[in-house]
């Protein structure tokens, strides 16, 4: 079964998808996503590949006799794998950043195709990196959904632009970027066209924000020099990341873009990108217990103004590191 079911109470829908559970966890052998598998070509450097365990599908079976006038089902939507490297243990901090700019490129060509669906509302480009947020495949990889609706966090973020532009005429992103740079503690890094840091309301003790200082709604609508920029900043923040511990952090990396085929545009909706780490120290998660769960009431375990600056000086220690191996950086 693969369908989307309708949650009449958050005016939100939940995703089923019960072949899900057939697929490989982390397989020791036999990786589908490397070479010589038969599913993927013999070589290539980053990939776009559709997802043999999908929660939405283009062709999807017909749905069980199930809905009601109160409870809708709609099956409808899109799931690609995005494949970093051909090396099945290169993961995105250690690719050169003309490398990383290729799959940036791979991430706006896809997110135009999908967008070009009238059937897609909201292209959502993510990865989830490492077993403590329930990786099953250890071949460094992203996934894209397209989705029929736009999820009900995209759309508490666009309500949020449309009210603040209303308020002060300002884009809201555009005064978090400068409230930070303002205020200056919780800065990471900041590039020609990018800005990185842990804002001051995020759930997540390293939770580190990538935001583009021009105002844009998708990378598709960014410059050759931006591209660039974004794979420079990508890998200076999550090679930060992992000199952090001196280990593979695990991460959520979320890319918020504008939603697509809408009545109308969304012109306050700004870009960027959000990571949510688990990690607390080298050994200890945070956890989403009954209250960020049950009343969607977060807590961050620690101060982000204590945990920026030790992300900052790990990103600085890495770049200078990478600068002699890689001068893009």
């Known amino acids: 079964m693969t369908e989307i079911r309708y949650n009449p109470l958050l005016r939100d829908w939940t ?17 589908p996503f490397c070479p010589g598998s038969g599913k993927v070509p013999d070589d290539y450097e980053v990939l776009a590949y559709d997802n043999d365990f999908p929660a939405l599908s283009q062709n999807p079976p017909t749905p069980d006799d199930v809905a009601t006038n109160l409870y809708h089902v709609q099956p409808y939507g899109k799931c690609e794998v995005i494949l970093y ?17 290729k799959l940036v490129d791979l991430w706006a060509e896809r997110f135009q195709a999908l967008s070009e669906n009238p059937r897609h509302k909201y292209v959502f480009i993510f990865e989830n990196r490492g077993p403590e947020v329930g990786v099953t495949m250890p071949h460094p990889h992203g996934q894209i959904y ?10 508490v973020e ?8 209303e308020e002060t005429g300002h884009c809201l992103m555009c005064d978090i970027n400068a409230e930070e740079q303002r205020i200056g503690i919780r800065m990471l890094d900041e ?8 804002p001051f309301f995020t759930d997540y003790p390293y939770g580190a924000f990538i935001s583009a200082k021009r105002h ?5 609508e960014f410059t050759d020099e931006e591209r660039t920029d974004l794979a420079r900043i990508l890998k200076r923040v999550t090679s930060g990341m992992d000199e952090l511990f001196h280990r593979e952090f695990p991460y959520m990396m979320a890319i918020h873009q504008s939603p697509v085929n809408q009545d109308g545009d969304a012109p306050d909706f ?21 209250s960020e769960t049950g009343a969607w009431a977060p807590c961050n375990p620690m101060a982000v103004e204590q945990t920026a600056p030790v992300l900052k000086a790990a990103i600085q220690t890495r770049k200078e590191a990478n600068q002699h191996v890689d001068p893009l950086v």
């Open 216 to 220: 844009v709604g998708t990378m598709t």
């Open 85 to 101: 490297s051909k090396e099945h243990t290169t993961s995105l901090p250690q690719l050169p950043v003309a490398h990383i700019r």
């Open 158 to 165: 666009l309500e949020s632009f449309a009210l603040h532009r």
């Open 146 to 155: 397209a989705y029929p609706y736009v999820p009900q966090k995209l759309r």
């Open 15 to 31: 995703m089923v998808a019960s072949n899900r559970h057939k697929r490989p966890n982390l397989p020791k052998t036999n990786c």
């Open 270 to 290: 700004h870009f960027h990108i959000e990571f949510y780490p688990p990690l607390q120290t080298e050994t200890r998660l945070k956890y989403l217990a009954s």
């Open 191 to 198: 590039t020609e066209h990018f800005l990185a840091y842990i």
